[in-house]
């Protein structure tokens, strides 16, 4: 209750000055504001109010946008409809797959699916697609959690990252040590 005493508060204070802005004086002064001028040209007096540029602004824009989109629009729509019209049920030839806009009745919805919506067929291979994918990545978490347990389970190291690089070097290297090995003489 405490709320709406509050959002009537503004109305109870005009109710109770109601008396004072009925009043002549003040009923001229809220009408209109006058800037007295000097000068002997007829008309002394220029009304003062508000700017009105940013409603002008806005409605300019609302003006221009709806020429810019509505009426091109409206006209695509209406010649769509009226000289091209609605698809016509006609016999499909043997040798003949439909493509699946030529399914749409109205030429702006054939359009629509052509260009720019994909087709049921598309979609669900995309869904299928989605799915293969996410099988791959679970067997691929199972079989890292079983190199895991294996690792665990034989006190192994981390080797599944193994590249194999060419043995070579690893030859050169191993009778570098040996040679080294023999000169030292333990």
Sequence with gaps: MVGWSRLLLPAAQVAKNRAV??????????QQQLRRMAGDHGHHEMVIKPSRFQWDKFKDLIHF??????????????YANVFVGPA?????????????WEYERNPITRFIARYILSSEQQDYEKACHHLFEENEKAQIRLLEDEVRRKMSERNDYQAYYYRPTVAKYHRVSKEAAEELEALRGD
Excluded: S
């Design 65 to 78: 946008y709806v020429m810019l989109g509505v009426i091109p629009i409206t006209a695509l729509v209406f």
């Design 21 to 30: 802005l009925l009043t002549p004086e003040c009923r001229n002064v809220v």
């Design 88 to 100: 016509q049920l006609a016999e499909i030839p043997a040798d003949y797959e439909p493509k699946h």
